[in-house]
Each structure stands twice: as structure tokens, then as C-alpha cells.
């Protein structure tokens, strides 16, 4: 195959790169292909590449995402899971749905959503955790959410029987269009609650582990009325 050579500036070879990939890359990743990146028949157009600093993928980065934004193009760049990709914008999210739908895997269910959000806001927990904040059992959902890869096991608890730990996937974040789990509506506000609702079970749980002899003396110490 055989290049203009003007037509190769690091700014089209990177939005090839991100138009090629069906993932979010990353800057570190997109420095790796630049430098590994081989051609037998015209070595010099891959080598002129070979040297791109980090810093330079970057700039390079934001100078096609304004680019795209002020040409109006009917797809973004955008940052997403800790890397950058190519998106449709959601003013023609009507037309490419009527296109998907047929391929899309089903949507998630309500229950799959609330499961997944309370695994989101406390990973890592436990499915004993999981069913007894919904107060269901959540066997069906969490199989659902691992076959999707949206959630992962990510170790095992110390608690008795040492029940396995889910958290979430990079798959999550791609999913639902997030960088990091911060970009979760009411995340901040959500993690506190979930603290301070922990912060109270413990609490219960330790008051209702003290022998009944100690809780015995705390009433025998109460002051009697005359």
C-alpha cells in the first residue's frame, strides 16, 4: 500500500487509530502504537511516528476533539473509562437506535440496574450484602451482571465462609459513558450514605453481641423516680 506522504500527520494517524478501536484508548496506549508500529513496504511512514511524546499525544488529543466540535460532525471525542473514543452525539441517537436495536443486547432490567448501582457505590461487597440491601435475592441478577461484564469478582471477604467480593468492570464504565465511578449521578452524596448506613449496622451489631449480664447493669444503673 502506498501513502501521500502529506496526508500523514500524527493528527489523522491517531483519528485512525480511535475511528479503528472498539474501546476507549488511553494516551499511554496510543504512545505504545505509535512506537511499536511497523510497515515493511514504506518503513519511514511508520518510523516518522516512533519518537511522539506522550505530551504530544495529548495536544493532539484536544486539537482534534475541538476540531470535531467546531466542524460540527456528527460524532465527538470524548473521554470515557480512563481513555478517549470516537461517539455519535445524542442528537441522532433516534436513527442509530432504529439501526442497533436489532443487535443491541436487551437492555438492563430494573432489578439489574439497582443491583449494580448498590455494587458500584459499596465494592466491594458481598452478594449477602447486595440481597440484603434490596431485600431479594440477587443469585439471577448478579450472574446476569458477570455473563454482561459489568461486574467482576474482585477478592473474598474475611467474614466467616470468606464469600466472594464484586466490584465493577472497565466494561462498566464504557457502558454508561462514564470516566471513573465519581461521574456517577449523586455519587459523592450516594458514597456518604452508604458510609454512615454501614457506620449504624456495625453499631447494631455490636450492641447486640454484649452479654446480657452488661446489658443488664446498664438498666440496674438507671436512676429510679421517687
Not at 450514605?193 to 456495625?202: C, D, H, I, R, W
Amino acid at each position: 500500500m502506498s501513502y501521500g506522504i502529506m496526508t500523514l500527520d500524527l493528527k489523522n494517524v491517531i483519528e485512525a487509530l480511535l475511528f479503528a478501536a472498539d474501546r476507549p484508548l488511553a494516551t499511554k496506549e496510543i504512545r505504545q502504537i505509535l512506537a511499536e508500529a511497523t510497515d515493511e513496504e514504506n518503513p519511514s511512514a511508520a518510523g516518522a511516528f516512533r519518537n511522539v511524546r506522550e505530551a504530544q499525544v495529548v495536544a493532539t488529543l484536544e486539537e482534534l476533539r475541538v476540531g470535531l466540535d467546531t466542524q460540527q460532525h456528527s460524532f465527538q471525542l470524548v473521554e470515557i473509562a480512563g481513555g478517549w473514543r470516537l461517539v455519535s452525539r445524542a442528537e441522532y441517537a433516534p436513527w442509530i437506535k432504529k439501526l442497533l436495536d436489532e443487535a443491541r443486547p436487551h437492555r438492563l432490567s430494573q432489578p439489574s440496574l439497582e443491583t449494580l448501582s448498590i455494587i458500584a457505590l459499596r465494592q466491594p461487597i458481598s452478594r449477602a450484602d447486595v440481597a440484603a440491601i434490596r431485600g431479594v435475592e440477587v443469585d439471577g441478577v448478579i450472574k446476569t451482571l458477570l455473563e454482561r461484564d459489568l461486574i467482576t469478582i474482585v477478592g473474598k471477604s474475611d467474614a466467616p465462609g470468606r464469600p466472594m467480593l464484586y466490584g465493577t468492570t472497565q466494561r462498566f464504565l464504557e457502558h454508561f459513558g462514564l470516566r471513573s465511578l465519581d461521574d456517577m449521578p449523586r455519587a459523592a452524596e450516594l458514597r456518604l450514605q452508604a458510609a454512615a448506613l454501614k457506620t449504624a449496622e456495625e453499631k447494631v451489631g455490636q450492641a447486640s453481641s454484649l452479654p446480657a449480664e452488661q446489658t443488664m447493669d446498664k438498666q440496674d444503673a438507671r436512676p429510679t423516680g421517687r
